[in-house]
């Protein structure tokens, strides 16, 4: 099983940075692929980046460029570099990982870490 902590949300004014971190333990070997996802209130929640073990990235429309989806594999984490942040940016963040388990391909997710921006 691999097990997902968040953090690094907070309170920023428009225009500002945050950088999200999740960090993995458990059967890291067996994760395929690691993504950030998003849930406003009242809204489904969507997918905001992703990437897989070989570095391949992937990203929202409404990111693209304003955000950087990276991972360190020596220590386990996954990076979200977000820049240039909106009041639409505001939701609570997740970290996702997909991993095999003997021929079967599970998901877990991280508790998640609230994006406050303040207009």
């Known amino acids: 099983q691999v097990q997902l902590v968040e953090s690094g949300g907070g309170l920023v004014q428009a225009g500002g940075s945050l950088r999200l971190s999740c960090a993995a333990s458990g059967t890291i070997a067996s994760i395929i692929t690691m993504g950030w996802y998003r849930q406003a209130p009242g809204k489904t929640r969507v997918l905001v980046a992703d990437i897989t073990s070989g570095g391949s990235t992937d990203y929202a429309g409404s990111v693209k460029d304003r955000f950087t989806i990276s991972r360190d594999n020596a220590k386990n984490t996954l990076y979200l570099q977000m820049n240039s942040l909106k009041p639409e940016d505001t939701a609570v963040y997740y970290c996702?990982?997909?991993?095999?388990?003997?021929?079967?391909?599970?998901?877990?997710w991280g508790q998640g870490t609230q994006v406050t921006v303040s207009s």
């Open positions: 996702y990982a997909t991993y095999t388990s003997g021929s079967i391909s599970r998901g877990s």
